[in-house]
């Protein structure tokens, strides 16, 4: 084997072995609902989210770069969780929490905590928790969409809630369910009406303020 070839089949073995670079996070807390649950985020925006460890159907959806961009750098001002972040204070327990870095070694890196003063943490887990809540009411729309259509309305104000929050998470995500209910006619007339204008909304080009704005 020449050196151009040995070279080449090196450079081909890296690529290969390369990951893409993930955060995670898991929060486990007995007695509240859901007791579990865990998302995925890759550097591409994939995401993924589970309320088990063994759920082998998880949520898929695909977060804005922005998004992406923002999550990533609250890791790296937290040293991508090579240090400890917990307060230590005595506060009440709110679920046991993980944050979990994978560069493109695959090479893992985590923190677990139950409360921390560090603004950067408040942050990151605040934005994984509002993620969180939009997984849950996908779950929600998609499970009333097929199986209770009285109750559609109620899971329509619960995204539409998030959304003027501006806590909704890859809002693109609801379109497909936001589509079925306006064209069918066995929807209420008003159920389809919101749905309409939620699906308008989402689909609203985003002002370059809005896209640079942090969410609250």
């Not at 985020?41 to 898929?60: C, F, H, I, N």
């Not at 209770?148 to 501006?166: H, P, Y």
């Amino acid at each position: 084997m020449n050196l151009l070839a040995g070279a080449l089949l090196l450079s081909a073995s890296f690529l290969l072995s390369a990951a893409t670079p993930k955060l995670s996070f898991t929060k486990s807390f007995p007695g509240s609902v859901p007791a579990y649950c865990s998302v995925d985020v890759d550097k591409t925006g994939a995401l993924r989210y589970q309320e088990s460890p063994a759920d082998d159907q998880p949520v898929k959806a695909q977060l804005p770069d922005s998004d992406v961009i923002s999550l990533f750098a609250l890791a790296e001002k937290l040293g991508y969780f090579k240090s400890p972040i917990e307060s230590g204070l005595k506060v009440a327990n709110t679920g046991k929490k993980t944050f979990r870095y994978e560069n493109e070694a695959g090479v893992p890196t985590e923190v677990v905590f139950n409360y921390s003063t560090d603004i950067a943490a408040q942050q990151l887990l605040d934005r994984f928790e509002q993620i969180a809540a939009t997984e849950r009411a996908f779950i929600n729309l998609d499970r009333t969409v097929h199986f209770d259509k009285l109750g559609v309305n109620d899971s329509l104000a619960e995204v539409e809630a998030l959304w003027l929050r501006k806590q909704l998470a890859a809002p693109a995500q609801f379109i497909p369910l936001l589509n079925r209910i306006v064209s069918r006619e066995t929807f209420m007339h008003l159920v389809r009406d919101r749905a309409a204008r939620l699906k308008e909304e989402f689909l609203a080009p985003v002002s370059a303020d809005a896209a640079t704005s942090p969410k609250k």
